[in-house]
């Protein structure tokens, strides 16, 4: 399997950007799919992170500004992110996990994306 995340870039604060995760080599409709960030300096620490029954899990940080998506038919999860903070700046990735879900915790994961970096500034 094979992750690929992009969408990232430069934004302003306040603005919006949409990062996709397009996954290969596996169908992952059956799959949990997650989004982690790790910020300079700081730990990766859980986003968000979507069940294969499309039940959606946030991180306090972020609920009500992101929101993940995922399109079986596409093979694609997607990360909308409003409002963008400075805060929010990191390298972003897409995590599959294809055996029993623990959407908040890294160790749930079994395949990784190459990150994207999403910086934040004015």
């Known amino acids: 399997v094979q992750l690929q995340a992009s969408g990232g870039g430069l934004v302003q604060p306040g603005g919006s950007l949409r990062l996709s995760c397009l996954a290969s080599?596996?169908?992952?409709?059956?799959?949990?799919m997650g989004w982690f960030r790790q910020a300079p300096g700081k730990e990766r620490e859980f986003v968000a992170a979507?069940?294969?029954?499309?039940?959606?899990y946030y991180a306090d940080s972020v609920k009500g500004r992101f929101t993940i998506s995922r399109d079986n038919a596409k093979n694609t999860m997607y990360l909308q992110m409003n409002s963008l903070k400075p805060e929010d700046t990191a390298v972003y990735y897409c995590?599959?996990?294809?055996?029993?879900?623990?959407?908040?915790?890294?160790?749930?994961?079994?395949?990784w994306g190459q990150g994207t970096q999403v910086t934040v500034s004015s």
């Open positions: 995590a599959a996990s294809t055996g029993l879900f623990r959407p908040v915790t890294e160790a749930g994961y079994d395949y």
């Open positions: 080599g596996r169908t992952f409709s059956r799959d949990g």
């Open positions: 979507i069940s294969w029954t499309v039940t959606t």
